[in-house]
């Protein structure tokens, strides 16, 4: 059932995000050296074979918990913040001396979803990724907790993880976590495992349902925040692979063609700046369109005109992501704007060749182009 070529294209993929939970690397909030010596010899091993690998790691809040002396990982957001600041630096020297034994050089690399948001910083993070690759060094990425409130925050390193795929073009997300893969269903404790599920082709609503019910049981992000990962990064062209962390040397038997955990496969590719049009710039408003504007962007493939526009909601600025829901309210599209909420208020339902005389400006014809336009729920 396209087991076979989804499993066959692992052995090819050149380049791979490393996704690594805190249930991997730490033990009651200590750093298991061990561990981490076993994915630097996997990470090494699977360089000197022409891959390329950037590694997500957590463990950041779980370490500096310990170092402070806490039985708990911090019960406020300020908290959970100061004891990133203290873990992250355990967690990155670790990384570094295991790696230098290998002789390999890592960098460190701290982000927020709204870091990622605007097309230039994303560009910016792209570029200095690719080129520590380059380089032949290893990035090991974390969220940059101590300034990412909630409204900022990618929450859980599995989106983080599933975004850095669509920042290098990986092909491949491995999530390293402290279960074997998907089961069917939620496991119970002291029950025998339900079977794994192999490979999935498409994340349907059994798949989700197999998912749901084991949340908290595994690490911050649950198995729903996997799924949604997984999701992602089929979106940006990338397989994605969930295995059991707690296994040393997985990773280069899976890179061998050994099948270890649930494999999701690949969808097509959306390109590259549609995909952190959908996925990673927050949309920061709506807007109103009518049907037939419904129609000419779903089915003749147009631009967003001012004749289609009924109203708008909230407010944003040239260049943000918005919001084009139909009159019943449900998202079609998602686009980058060329005028901000104010003017496009004013150029509802206005003819093109009006747009200079009502403004005083104009940006181009075009309230939303083509190219900067995705369509919801097709793609
Ligand atoms: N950034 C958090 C940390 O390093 C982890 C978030 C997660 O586990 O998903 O502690």
Do not use: A, K, M
């Given at each position: 059932m396209g087991d076979e070529d989804s499993w066959g294209l692992i052995p090819r993929a050149k380049r791979i995000v490393l996704k690594i939970g805190s249930s991997t690397i730490t033990h009651d909030g200590r750093l298991r050296p061990r561990k981490f010596t076993a994915i630097a010899r996997d990470v090494a091993a699977l360089m000197e074979d022409g891959l390329q690998i950037v590694v997500v790691s957590s463990g950041a809040i779980a370490v500096g918990a310990h170092r402070l002396g806490w039985t708990h990982v911090g019960r406020t957001v300020r908290e959970k913040q100061a004891a990133a600041a203290v873990g992250q630096i355990g967690l990155v020297e670790l990384y570094q001396r295991r790696f230098a034994r290998l002789d390999r050089t890592v960098g460190q690399i701290l982000l927020t979803r709204t870091g990622l948001e605007e097309r230039e910083r994303f560009l910016n993070a792209r570029h200095t990724m690719l080129e520590l690759l380059r380089l032949g060094v290893i990035p090991i990425v974390n969220e940059n907790d101590t300034v990412a409130t909630e409204e900022i925050r990618f929450g859980d390193n599995d989106n983080l993880a599933a975004t850095i795929v669509n920042v290098v073009e990986a092909d491949l997300l491995v999530i390293l976590t402290d279960v074997d893969g998907l089961y069917e269903c939620a496991p119970e404790p002291g029950e025998p495992r339900p079977p794994l599920?192999?490979?999935?082709?498409k994340i349907t609503p059994a798949i989700e349902a197999s998912a749901?019910?084991?949340?908290?049981?595994?690490?911050?992000?649950?198995m729903v925040t996997k799924l949604e990962a997984a999701q992602n990064a089929a979106r940006s062209g990338a397989a994605t692979i969930l295995c059991n962390g707690k296994i040393d040397g997985l990773l280069q038997k899976i890179m061998k063609g050994e099948r270890h955990g649930t494999l999701f496969s690949p969808g097509d590719r959306l390109r590259g700046r549609k995909h952190w049009l959908t996925f990673t710039a927050k949309p920061r408003g709506q807007i109103v369109i009518d049907d037939g504007a419904v129609r000419a962007l779903k089915e003749r493939g147009r631009s967003l005109l001012p004749a289609g526009i009924l109203r708008v909601r909230g407010s944003f600025e040239i260049g943000d992501s918005v919001r084009l829901v139909n009159e019943r309210g449900e998202e079609v599209a998602r686009g980058l704007v060329g005028y901000s909420s104010g003017d496009v208020a004013k150029l509802t339902g206005q003819a093109t060749k009006e747009i200079n005389r009502v403004?005083?400006?104009?940006?181009?014809?075009?309230?939303?182009h083509r190219d900067d336009l995705v369509l919801i729920g097709e793609s």
């Open positions: 599920i192999r490979t999935v082709e749901s019910g084991s949340g908290s049981r595994f690490g911050s992000g649950g403004l005083g400006y104009s940006n181009g014809d075009e309230v939303i």
